[in-house]
């Protein structure tokens, strides 16, 4: 009886051990109930061969570092799908992808390009003065005029605006040399007497675009600047429509995922927690909930006329922003777990 039993016993347990070459069962999806884990889920299985994001135009399809970027920042907001990040961060540094955003860095260098990619590397906490074989806060730095403008080397022309000054601001004031003060300075000289600050430099008559202020109030922020950026998010806050949206541009159009989900950042990040609250409770009347395509679940449209694929992941990229409500200068990826997270319905 005993031998029976041992044996027994014995065959239970080689059942419980898995044979020697069989592939094991692939780990569930987590499922979730939280609008920015959902959402920055949905982004994740939207990356391309698992590790970037492209844009469409004219019936084809090309690599976009920055909306790759816009996804790195999203996935280190929620905390989620942080093995998806570490591929598209191991993308951005391919030398082919890397020359294609930033600029050779003799002939060609892009301030914008770098200012952004350098914020993606610090919050990964990778080595930015060698991402990729560049320096990028070197080669940042390098691109700063006695103005303060941090500007394009480019025989195409100097592009910069505020979008990439602001970035600029934000990811030298995580080095330990900070963001020079003639950068925040120039920057603040571009506000508007409003409290806006426009996307071109040099703009006349000056005229406030909610995307550049938002981003712009949280590089003022983070430079020390608490008058000039209190005075652009009384401005955002201004802008904010009944719903809790807010449009593009002037603001004064039909809200959308992408303003309300920066603004609503830089409303966190100014610690205004009402009007922070009121853009996340927009973005999730816009979120693609359980009634939804199974496929789109999670996903954040552009506006409320329904789910685009074409501006979907920039939509949803940015709207995770204002829901996770973490300010890009505190924004890091330490924490984030792996794994790609289905809203459970």
Known sequence: MASRLAALLTGVALALVPLAGTASAAPAEPRTVLPDDAAAGWLARQLVDGDHLETSFGGFSYPDQGLTIDAVFAFAAAKV???????????????????TYIGDGDEEAYSGATAKLLLAAQVRRVDATSFGGVDLPARLRSLLAPSGRFT??????????????SYAILALNRTA????????????????????????????PCAGDVDATALAVQALRSAGRKA???????????????NGGLAAGDGTGTPNANSTGLAGQAFADAHRMRPALRARAFLVTLQIRCSGNPADRGAIPFDDTGFD??????????GVLGLARVGLSRLKA????????????
């Open 81 to 99: 799908a942080d093995d998806a990040a570490t591929r598209a961060t191991a993308w951005l540094a391919r030398p082919e992808n890397l020359t």
């Open 152 to 165: 394009d080397r480019s025989a195409f022309g100097d592009f910069s605006n505020a979008f990439g000054q």
């Open 228 to 242: 000039a950026a209190d005075r652009g998010v009384a401005w955002l806050a201004g802008k904010q429509q009944p």
């Open 177 to 204: 040399g900070k963001a020079p003060a003639s950068a925040s300075a120039f920057l603040a000289g571009e506000q508007c007497a409003d409290g806006g600050v426009p996307i071109t430099f040099g703009l006349a």
């Open 334 to 345: 330490a924490g984030s777990r792996p794994g790609v997270p289905v809203l459970a319905c």
């Open 309 to 318: 694929p074409s501006t979907g992941t920039r939509a949803t990229a940015q």
